[in-house]
Nanobody, 120 residues
Framework: QVQLVESGGGLVQAGGSPRLSCAAP????????MGWFRQAPGKQREMIAR???????NYADSVKGRFTIARENAKNTVYLEMNSLKPEDTAVYLC??????????????WGQGTQVTVSS
């Protein structure tokens, strides 16, 4: 079983630039894609940023140019740099990782979520 441990977030002023972190401690064969999703009250969960093991990234249009995803493979950690935050970015942010525990077994894992609240 893989646990994803998130940190960062909290109450931020509009225009702020917090950073979220998500670590996957423990031994595993390889972490394939890592990403961040978010879910606001009354809305569906949406993917906002993803990064492959090779460093290829893609972003939701709503955050493109403002958020940056990065990862440190040696630390099994993914980061989300958030810039120019807007009140509509308020949501629970969830870390996701597609983890290969052996060459033949892979599963999707989720963090517990961290609240980001943007005040205007």
């Amino acid at each position: 079983q893989v646990q994803l441990v998130e940190s960062g977030g909290g109450l931020v002023q509009a225009g702020g630039s917090p950073r979220l972190s998500c670590a996957a401690p423990g031994k595993m064969y390889r972490i394939e894609t890592m990403g961040w999703f978010r879910q606001a009250p009354g809305k569906q969960r949406e993917m906002i940023a993803r990064i492959s093991s090779g460093g290829n990234t893609n972003y939701a249009d709503s955050v493109k140019g403002r958020f940056t995803i990065a990862r440190e493979n040696a630390k099994n950690t993914v980061y989300l740099e958030m810039n120019s935050l807007k009140p509509e970015d308020t949501a629970v942010y969830l870390c996701n990782a597609y983890v290969r525990s052996t060459p033949w077994v892979a599963d999707d894992y989720w963090g517990q979520g961290t609240q980001v609240t943007v005040s205007s």
